[in-house]
């Protein structure tokens, strides 16, 4: 058996696509990358904060920044099927009392308001 062999003329090099097309194929992926991120990151923020997690979370952080305040509230949902694209809050039965009792409340000359007077 003997081999014959052929000359095979060099392939011709790959001619290269133009730049304007490689950028808009990375920045379409990008585009496709970030809101597939962005949607996993809203499915899975829906499904963590659930209504029974929220409530109270929700009740510690508003006590917290409302310093002479306790905030009470039945139940806290976070929506998003009735208002899409947007997310809404949803609050059932929120209380909000005072801690101060009326002799410690500041009057306004004890600010340092000069007393108004109430017309007749």
């Not at 920045?27 to 929220?54: C, D, H, N």
């Not at 952080?61 to 998003?80: F, H, P, W, Y």
């Amino acid at each position: 058996m003997s081999k014959q062999k052929t000359a095979t003329a060099p392939a011709a090099p790959r001619k290269r696509r133009p730049w304007w097309r490689v950028t808009l194929k990375w920045l379409s992926l990008l585009l496709l990358f970030a809101a597939l991120y962005g949607l996993g990151l809203a499915v899975i923020t829906l499904s963590l904060l659930t209504p029974e997690r929220l409530t109270p979370l929700a009740e510690r952080m508003a006590t917290k920044s409302l310093q002479n305040c306790r905030v009470e509230m039945d139940r806290m949902e976070i929506g998003l099927r009735d208002t899409y694209p947007f997310f809404c809050v949803n609050v059932d039965g929120l209380r909000v009392t005072s801690t101060l009792t009326p002799a410690a409340s500041p009057t306004p000359s004890a600010a340092g308001f000069p007393p108004t007077p109430i017309p007749s």
